[in-house]
């Protein structure tokens, strides 16, 4: 079973185009993440939602917007791609956000996007 | 702003070799540090996870450390074999459980 799915694993479009990452997680999380890990392997967190309720965003371009219909959906709609959006992206869930005991995240298997 | 450094970035040892990855980190008000595996073109793995009030984890032949005092945290997989080969990233939970990564430790066993 999967725990925390994205679809689709490969996106491949031109510059200008609008596209969305979907990301389920089938865990009873509270909270869900998407990351950006970029060409040199860096990850990089960009948002967070809890309970359907963004919680972190980080310096990340508004054309990036994140939307939660539910706790067990985040996904990502980016408008404008450019070439530097190129990633794989990431989701990830938790059970909690913070305090003591914190939870460990879990990760999807990522969506490789590529703009040309 | 949390900076999390992995040392070596790249490492190839022989078959049954114990593997030591350092990692350490600038920001000790952490809630957790969470060890990942992660293989070419794949996902995240959870290793382990040690809470702030921690000082080891261990599962099989993996154990993980954590000095909050000195920001530095040293996975440990003893007896290596070719598929622990991988890259291993390290990453500290702060406000709002966000996740601050390491670049990883890539790491190669040679049979």
């Known amino acids: 079973d999967t725990a925390v799915s994205q679809t689709p694993k490969y996106l491949v479009t031109q510059m200008g185009n609008d596209k969305s990452i979907k990301c389920e997680q089938n865990l009873g999380h509270d909270t869900m993440y998407w990351y950006k890990q970029d060409s040199k392997k860096f990850l990089k967190i960009m948002f967070s939602?809890?309970?359907?309720?963004?919680?972190i965003n980080e310096t990340v371009p508004n054309r990036f917007s994140p939307k939660s219909p539910d706790k067990a959906h985040l996904n990502l709609h980016i408008n404008s791609l450019e070439l530097g959006d190129s990633a794989v992206y990431f989701c990830a869930s938790s059970q909690d956000l913070e305090g003591f005991p914190s939870y460990e995240q879990y990760f999807g298997p990522g969506t490789r996007l590529t703009v040309t | 702003k949390q900076e999390v450094t992995q040392i070596p970035a790249a490492l190839s040892v022989p078959e049954g070799e114990n593997l030591v990855l350092n990692c350490s980190f600038t920001?000790?008000?952490?809630?957790?540090l969470q060890w990942f595996r992660q293989d070419p073109g794949k996902g995240l793995t959870s290793l382990l996870l040690i809470q702030s009030s921690q000082r080891e984890q261990t599962s099989g032949r993996l154990n993980a450390s954590l000095d909050k005092s000195s920001g530095r945290s040293t996975l440990y997989i003893a007896a290596s074999q070719p598929g622990d080969s991988a890259t291993y990233l390290c990453?500290?939970?702060?406000?709002?459980?966000?996740?601050?990564f390491g670049k990883g430790n890539q790491v190669v066993v040679i049979p």
């Open positions: 920001d000790s008000a952490i809630y957790n």
């Open positions: 939602y809890n309970n359907k309720e963004l919680i």
């Open positions: 990453a500290c939970a702060g406000g709002n459980n966000r996740l601050a």
